[in-house]
Structures are given as C-alpha cells and as structure tokens.
C-alpha cells in the first residue's frame, strides 16, 4: 500500500479548500501551501507574483516529495494539477459560500488580522465570486495563465481531465473518510 503524498486541493472560494488542507496536513504531517501566497506577492500592494515567479515557485512545491496545496488557479496551477497523486474538488451552494465569505471576514476583522480590510473590499470580493460561480466561461484551461478570467466553470472543465484521481466533496466533507481513502490507495 502506498500513501498518498501529493495532494491539489481545489474548487471555488469559501467552500473549505483552507480548512481542509489544514485538518489533513495535521494528520498525515505533510506540508501544507496556500497557493495564493505562491502566487501573489505578500507585500503591502498584493501584487500578483509575475508568471515567472509563479513558475519558479510552482516548480518548487512540485520538486517535494510531500505537500497538500490548495487553490483556485487552473492555468499557474498546471504542474500541481498534473503531478498531484489527488485532487480533491470541493462544491458548495452559492449561499453556503456568501456566507462563509462574509463570516471568514468578520472573524478576520475581530481578530485584527484580516489581509483584506474593510468592508467594502469583501463586497467586492463577493460581487466577483458571485459572477465566478455564474460565468460560463471556461477558455483555454491547458493555457498557463488565467486569462481573462477564472470561473468555476473553468475549475470544474479542468477537473475533468483528470478523472483517474479525483475526489469532488462537498463543502463539509468527513476527514476521516478522507483519511481512509488516502491510506487505502
């Protein structure tokens, strides 16, 4: 029995993505990676990362023998997604994510430590997550770049070239029973 050891964890924004690399980082001690903090710089101006720079990153993480990474990119992403021994894609409602937006918001605010003060940034963020979850549009997901836009159509157009090793949950998903299956393979 081989375990698994690479793990792209993916889907739309708030449907647990962070939450569940988290939960399983801790239990099988593998390194876990917010993939927003590979690609956009953690400066002040939160720049994105420039597409050579995520390359180089990117490259880094693949270059592991271990790591659980999670994110919503399709294009920067590529070499995650094709040297991933799982991808797990998580689903949630629209308003299951609204919600979880705003409360993962609101305890970022109570706490002092939000990265995205204020509230009409999470306004914003929801208005484009909103349209993300609607938008058909899907483009070229072999592209390296997210161009002009990512949608979950496009997360989930890109998922499905990878069938053989995937796992789609939903947003409350059972770590144990994850945990059985990643041991058992």
């Known amino acids: 029995m081989t375990e698994i050891r690479k793990i792209f964890i993916t889907g739309g924004a708030g449907v647990g993505k962070t939450t569940l690399g988290k939960q399983l980082s801790d239990r099988i001690d593998v390194p876990f990676i917010e993939l927003d903090d590979v690609m956009w710089n953690l400066d002040e101006n939160g720049d994105a990362a420039s597409t050579e720079v995520r390359k180089v990153r990117v490259s880094e993480i693949v270059g592991q023998q271990s790591w659980i990474v999670e994110g919503s990119y399709v294009g920067p992403a590529q070499d995650l997604w094709r040297d991933a021994e799982l991808v797990i894609f998580m689903e949630a409602s629209v308003?299951?994510?609204?919600?979880?937006?705003?409360?993962?918001?609101?305890?970022?605010?109570?706490?002092?430590?939000?990265?995205?003060?204020?509230?009409?940034?999470?306004?914003?963020?929801?208005?484009?997550?909103?349209?993300?979850?609607?938008?058909?549009?899907?483009?070229?997901?072999?592209?390296?770049?997210?161009?002009?836009?990512?949608?979950?159509?496009?997360?989930?157009?890109?998922?499905?070239?990878?069938?053989?090793?995937?796992?789609?949950?939903?947003?409350?998903?059972?770590?144990?029973q994850i945990l059985a299956l990643i041991n058992s393979k």
């Open 95 to 176: 308003g299951i994510v609204m919600w979880r937006l705003f409360l993962r918001h609101l305890k970022a605010e109570l706490k002092r430590n939000n990265k995205h003060k204020g509230w009409r940034n999470l306004a914003k963020f929801m208005k484009v997550v909103f349209k993300a979850n609607r938008d058909p549009y899907i483009g070229d997901i072999d592209s390296n770049n997210d161009e002009p836009k990512l949608t979950l159509a496009r997360i989930i157009a890109k998922r499905e070239q990878h069938p053989e090793k995937l796992l789609i949950l939903n947003a409350s998903p059972d770590i144990n």
